[in-house]
């Protein structure tokens, strides 16, 4: 894209999502996916993903990158890239956005990676796909990159097959090769769910300091809020296809508003321990996306739910401070949530969560958190 490095002026955002939709037609009827989503990302920016697993993340980022492109998908609304509307691209068009201005690093990176093709070549043929560039420059090249990447010896480790690598190695070459091109923005799906905890962290910092480098945007997807607490600028909340909260991540964890929220965060042990001694996992199943609940989709777990909510879909809203947006009838915190709370538990429901309005968590919890992205 020609317009690269002058399309945004200050710090507009330049990736601009309106009510997108995927939905796939299968035989049993149709499943919504991602069902009306909107977000923004700045220059440097970093957007958390987080939500339960089947909630529409993964689909949601390939729908972004058009990546969701065959026959029972139907993806509609708005996907603005430097002004250059992305929806109805057809796939030979995408090749100017893929690899050069949008690329993703996937969860396992065994899938990602040919397993009898040496590292260097799936390197290299990605750099000479992409950029024009001579066999020994993208050699180089590579080496260059699997150095920042931090691959010890990239000289020899070059001329590696994927199984002569541990996984955090070969997560790392994933992340050289969606970096090869220099992309303005990165997806990272749970990058590090298919890794062991220590290195969880390296490739978590990994990705932080190559994205400060590099003044790249990056979309963290997870399942679990701790792995973004200290690392995004704002999260989105995601929930059967739909956002259910959005905020700058320190008023997300200051002023968290939606039951749901407040249910990952529990799910937590390392943000909700010791302090928050109350850990429990989040009650019941997501919901059937082909034949979601009339009202809340979140009506049949939710600690709060009432009447009204099993009737009436709560629409996204703004709060009250800048930038934060929620979707609930009863919101955490507040008077009319401790009441719905305490019928509740009145009335002998399963209820899990402890009451309204000690979700707080603080600094400390924040950076100490690590968890599976
Ligand atoms: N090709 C497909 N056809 C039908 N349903 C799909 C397809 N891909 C994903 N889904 C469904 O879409 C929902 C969201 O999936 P996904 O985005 O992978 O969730 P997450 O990444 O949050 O775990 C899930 O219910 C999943 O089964
Ligand atoms: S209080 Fe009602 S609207 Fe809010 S999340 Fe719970 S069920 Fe949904
Ligand atoms: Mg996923």
Known sequence: MSERATGTAGNEPFLVVEDLKTHFTVPAGTVKAVDGV?????????LGIVGE???GKTVLSRSIMRLN??????TTGSVRYDGRELIGLKAKEMQSIWGLEMAMVFQDPMTSLNPVVKVGRQLTEHLRFHLNVSKSEARQTAIELLRSVKIPEPETRIDNYPHEMSGGMRQRVCIAIALACGPRVLFADEPTTALDVTVQHQILNLLATQQKERFMSMIMVTHD??????RADEIIVMYAGKVVEKAPTATLFAE?????????LRSIPKIAQPKHSRLSAILGRPPDLINPPPGCSFAPRCPYAQQRCHEEKPVLSPGSTPGHQFACHFPVGTPEAR?????NL?????VTLAAAGDSK?????????????
């Open 38 to 46: 909107s977000l923004e990302l700045r220059r440097g920016q970093t």
């Open 53 to 55: 697993s089947g909630s």
């Open 69 to 74: 492109i065959g026959g029972n998908v139907h």
């Open 225 to 230: 809020l701790g792995v973004v607490a200290g």
């Open 256 to 264: 968290m508003k939606h039951p749901y929220t407040e249910a990952l």
């Open 339 to 343: 009441e719905a709370f305490d019928r």
């Open 346 to 350: 009145a009335a002998g429901l399963p």
């Open 361 to 373: 968590v603080s600094d400390d919890d924040l950076v100490t958190s690590a968890g599976g992205a």
